[in-house]
């Protein structure tokens, strides 16, 4: 027996966080994803590798099938350890460029956040990243979603000042310097976009 997914048409990261959700709660049987382009099956591979799947992939026309069967139960890798990574968010785009760009990339990041396991426990908003926790944020459904998961939401005080933005706070609460510099030195895993 095995478990379908049918993630054609859909973009990164949904054909990998469908996959991931079926393989959370599998039994042992087969799962097939079912993609219809090259980066939708590049990041399926990928995740199965890293989940302790072998896989196959099937092309069959404009589709591909991949058939993914747990190597041992066992040896299945479980990314989510204690709750202790904290992120600090510096601007309200991801990366450098293309804002539009980078405005649909944030808006998938934390997307993908919202996906993952509870290992999340601080997020922290410097500099333009507070535009993200204001009124009129691409991703304040997503926040808001985390803080309701227990994520510490913090945003910039001065930052908030700066921009004239404290009282449009939609998510969180304000921070300065002194902790925010404190979680970052403390977790045991930090990540800074």
């Known amino acids: 027996m095995s478990r379908t997914i049918d993630a054609r048409g859909l973009t990164c990261p949904h054909p990998v966080i469908l996959t991931k959700?079926?393989?959370?709660?599998?039994?042992?049987?087969?799962?097939?994803?079912?993609?219809?382009?090259?980066?939708?099956?590049?990041?399926?591979?990928?995740?199965?590798?890293?989940?302790?799947?072998?896989?196959?992939?099937?092309?069959?026309?404009?589709?591909?099938?991949?058939?993914?069967?747990?190597?041992?139960?066992?040896?299945?890798?479980?990314?989510?350890?204690?709750?202790?990574?904290?992120?600090?968010?510096?601007?309200?785009?991801?990366?450098?460029?293309?804002d539009e760009l980078g405005t649909i990339l944030i808006k998938s990041f934390f997307y993908t956040l919202t996906e993952m396991g509870d290992e999340l426990q601080n997020?922290?908003?410097?500099?333009?990243?507070?535009?993200?926790?204001?009124?009129?944020?691409?991703?304040?459904?997503?926040?808001?979603?985390?803080?309701q998961k227990g994520v510490q939401i913090l945003s910039c005080g001065t930052c908030l000042d700066f921009f004239a933005k404290k009282d449009q706070l939609k998510v969180g609460q304000v921070t300065n310097m002194y902790t925010a510099t404190e979680l970052l030195c403390n977790a045991s895993k930090t990540l800074v976009l």
């Open 21 to 98: 959700r079926v393989m959370d709660e599998n039994t042992g049987e087969e799962i097939v994803t079912w993609v219809d382009n090259s980066t939708s099956l590049e990041n399926v591979c990928k995740l199965a590798s890293s989940q302790g799947y072998t896989y196959t992939v099937e092309p069959q026309g404009s589709d591909i099938y991949i058939h993914m069967t747990l190597q041992n139960s066992t040896q299945s890798v479980n990314n989510s350890s204690q709750k202790d990574l904290t992120i600090m968010v510096k601007s309200q785009y991801f990366g450098h460029g293309d």
């Open 123 to 147: 997020l922290i908003f410097m500099n333009s990243g507070i535009h993200l926790t204001t009124e009129g944020s691409p991703v304040l459904e997503h926040l808001q979603f985390l803080e």
